[in-house]
């Protein structure tokens, strides 16, 4: 029976473009919101999510990231890194030029992609921000005129748009990581060779003191685990309180990472494993 994979929708977003790719004769099921599509994989509405995680021009997806830390806690199983390419997108009866556009509509990830194009071309027109590229695309087609979305190639296609210009992200090496979420590991079947393994892990101190973070590392350093990413986000629980996301680049194992969860709790951490997954890099979109 194939599996059920939700994704952030509606159709024509980079996550669609993403799942697509990755994923073959399996249902697919869009979601308005990177809450609504966690929280059905929890529910076991469905036996796959995936949400953006991380884009190499804006930086960590904040509302995924808290939403696995905060409210639902599911194993990420995988990694998909695709390619990010930005269109500016029109109706096909618009004829006008970039300084005839008087609303520019996105998600606010894909505006800040584009932030020096829409200042350099467009500084007039105002920007209106979406759940994501594929409803900017389809808010375009219904409302027509001289308003333009900043989405995919995918979302010109499926909703008869125009690419007025393309590629329009300010830098060239745009790329996006997206977290496959489930409950079913052995349900993930990837159309595309691994890349490499990753192993994230949450780590919570137990105050603030000098040295606190610099012990937390040196626990990964003098075991020579290489550490691509590190980040602090808000525990919520008020000012100056932190917890830690840490991507190591290598799987999970009894050894290194026993060690390092012994040594980090002695510190009075407390520690959980995020997910051990394969990452897939995806190059041809």
Known sequence: MAATIG???????FTKLAVDTAFNGEVKQSFATIPECIDAVN????????????????GTV???IDYLVHQVRLPIVAEIVVPIQQHLLVDP?????YGELSEIHSHSHAIAQCHQY??????????????STGKAAELVAEKKGSIAAIGNKLAAELYGLRILDENIHDFPNNHTRFAVLSKKENQIKINHPKYSEKTTVLITLPSDYAGALHQVLSAFAWRKMNLSKIESRPMKTGLGNYFFIVDVNQEYDEVLFSGVIGELEALGCNVSILGTYPVYQMNDM
């Open 43 to 58: 529910e076991d509405e469905i036996d796959i999510g995936v949400v953006p995680l991380e884009n190499a021009i804006e």
């Open 118 to 131: 829409l200042h350099q071309h467009i500084a007039n027109a105002s920007i209106h921000y979406t759940s």
């Open 7 to 13: 994704y952030l929708g509606p159709k024509g977003t």
């Open 93 to 97: 009866e618009f004829t006008g030029s």
């Open 62 to 64: 904040q509302l995924t």
